[in-house]
């Protein structure tokens, strides 16, 4: 078990960052959230969860060691793969999703990509006694897509762009977060930002 990784981040993408760790270059998935805390050249300590496949090793990367208990615990439920937990904490942090299975909020898990209503409704059965309950202040359900604008900036900045491609990029995909409500999906808003910067190229 690989616990964490420190390091000098050496590149990041759009789902990974790339960590230099005694001279070995170590590819981690992570969250946008946790790439846009992320830059280049700097020093960087993630809490990390190594996936084995027959025909991969996958190391899936985390701001602490909170977010990796309950991206493990999340894999306990059936039918959730490292993906899938892995998308329920780009759109929630693990204390909002501690209180949406605390409080049967279906709607919030419906808000994750590949989850419906059928699936929600199990994930809070199956869940119900394995997050444990949220540790922090409530925070008014308040998902980690608040503020989407700040943290496609950041991200778009930690991958490298400048200050006014970032800006561009931001204004580009405003009608599509828009579009989606009040809590826009950051994984798809970069994906849609990062097309619009390659395109503009």
């Known amino acids: 078990m690989i616990a964490f990784v420190s390091g000098t981040v050496a590149a990041l993408a759009p789902d990974t960052a790339v960590v230099e760790v005694g001279g070995v270059g170590m590819a981690v998935r992570c969250t946008p959230d946790t790439l846009s ?5 700097q ?5 990390t969860s190594l996936v084995v496949r027959e025909d991969s090793l996958t190391l899936y990367g985390f701001a602490d060691d909170d977010e990796r208990q309950v991206f493990e615990l999340l894999q306990t439920a059936s039918g959730v793969g490292p993906r899938l937990a892995q998308a329920m904490l780009a759109v929630h942090r693990p204390d909002a999703l501690r209180r949406a299975v605390a409080t049967g909020d279906e709607k919030a898990l419906t808000a994750v990509p590949g989850i419906g209503k059928k699936g929600a409704q199990k994930l809070l059965l199956e869940l ?9 202040a409530p925070a008014a359900g308040a998902p980690v897509t608040a503020g989407w604008r700040d943290q496609l900036h950041a991200a778009l900045i930690g991958l490298g ?11 580009a995909v405003t009608p599509q977060a828009e579009a989606a409500g009040g809590t826009p999906q950051i994984g798809s808003l970069l994906k849609a930002a990062l097309q619009t910067l390659n395109r503009a190229r």
Do not use: H, I, N, S
Not at 43 to 47: E, G, I, V, Y
């Open 43 to 47: 020093p960087a300590r993630l809490a």
């Open 128 to 136: 119900k006694d394995r997050l444990g309950e949220p540790v922090g």
């Open 37 to 41: 805390t992320l830059r280049v050249g």
């Open 161 to 171: 762009y400048a200050t006014r491609e970032a800006d561009e990029a931001v204004t």
